[in-house]
């Protein structure tokens, strides 16, 4: 594991200290990718030779490396605890592709040490600092999501439409569990509008200082409203906020949709629409729709405990 960790480690760093420069960027296929797969390839390689043919060993030794890094990463918060533990689960599976390949050498060569053994891992090795660079040299492509959430509330319109437009300062109390909070993502605040109608102005706030922007593109008294959505940058945010509407992520616009059931109930509808741009475009963005959906239902579980409060509470 030593070997394996010592490796991870510099070209975190390596990856860290060069990010700025258009050449490595740790958010790319050769550090997310390839570097667990060199981890798992040197810890075969540098195994004792009764477990280098070891398919349990190739398999999970590697693991012992990649979660090391992730304690070392998040105790000397060198990443933010969200991306590490979005960076787990590829760590965890190319570390193991790294292994067994190795592993499958050494049971077709027993002595797959000899230089061209050394040689292919040394390509290993050196491949993050080959592939990062080529990825830098164009843009990743754009994939362009949206996460639709409802919730029923028993209330009447007029209720529901003043708890959209405007959210009130959210009490510690009314403040409950979710996913995104426990990621290290900030709870919302409060919604300002700065006037009804097309053009209005809200300023949603979250916790740590992070402020959304929201200017208001559609307008339907009672039925419904529509806001592109942009982040406040008057402020420094700290990781992972300062990502928001940056490189790789980006939130565009959201919307409110109110739907009357037959029963006297309100089905609400909060729908957002982001900008995701990796390599891996299909693994961010399963982890950003979890986030956007668990972040929309938490505000719309508080939309719906307000209403129905008001409805409860005598005239």
Excluded at 118 to 123: C, D, E, I, M, Q
Excluded at 143 to 164: G, K
Excluded at 227 to 245: C, H, K, N, Q, W
Excluded at 256 to 282: C, I, K, Q
Aim: aromatic fraction near 10%.
């Amino acid at each position: 594991m030593g070997l394996g960790l010592g490796y991870a480690l510099l070209t975190l760093l390596a990856f860290r200290a060069g990010q700025n420069s258009a050449i490595l960027a740790l958010m790319s296929l050769g550090f997310l990718f390839v570097m667990p797969f060199a981890v798992g390839a040197l810890t075969v390689f540098v195994a004792p030779p009764e477990l280098r043919t070891s398919w349990a060993y190739a398999i999970l030794s590697p693991w012992l490396a990649c979660v090391a890094l992730t304690i070392v990463t998040a105790a000397l918060a060198l990443e933010a605890i969200i991306c590490l533990i979005m960076a787990v689960p590829i760590l965890l599976v190319m570390s193991s592709f790294g292994g067994v390949l190795a592993c499958v050498a050494f049971r077709v060569q027993r002595d797959a040490r000899r230089p061209q053994g050394a040689f292919v891992l040394t390509l290993a090795l050196l491949g993050p600092y080959v592939l990062a660079p080529l990825e830098q040299r164009g843009p990743a492509p754009d994939a362009f999501r949206t996460v639709h959430t409802q919730i029923v509330i028993a209330a009447d319109s007029e209720t529901v439409w003043r708890n959209i437009i405007r959210v009130p300062v959210i009490r510690p109390e009314e403040q409950g569990f979710s996913a995104f909070h426990l990621l290290g993502l900030p709870r919302p605040r409060e919604a300002t509008l700065s006037h009804e109608g097309i053009g209005g102005v809200r300023d949603a706030t979250f916790e740590g200082g992070l402020t959304f922007l929201e200017t208001v593109t559609e307008w339907e008294h009672g039925r419904g409203l529509r806001f592109t959505i942009e982040v406040d940058r008057g402020a420094p945010l700290p990781a992972p906020m300062g990502a928001i509407g940056g490189r790789y992520f980006d939130v565009l616009e959201g919307s409110y949709r109110m739907e009357p059931l037959g029963d006297g109930t309100m089905l609400l509808h909060l729908d957002s629409r982001e900008r995701v741009a990796t390599r891996f475009n299909g693994y961010a963005g399963w982890w950003t729709d979890f986030i956007m959906a668990d972040l929309q239902g938490y505000i719309l579980r508080i939309i719906k405990a307000r209403c129905e409060a008001e409805v409860r509470r005598p005239v």
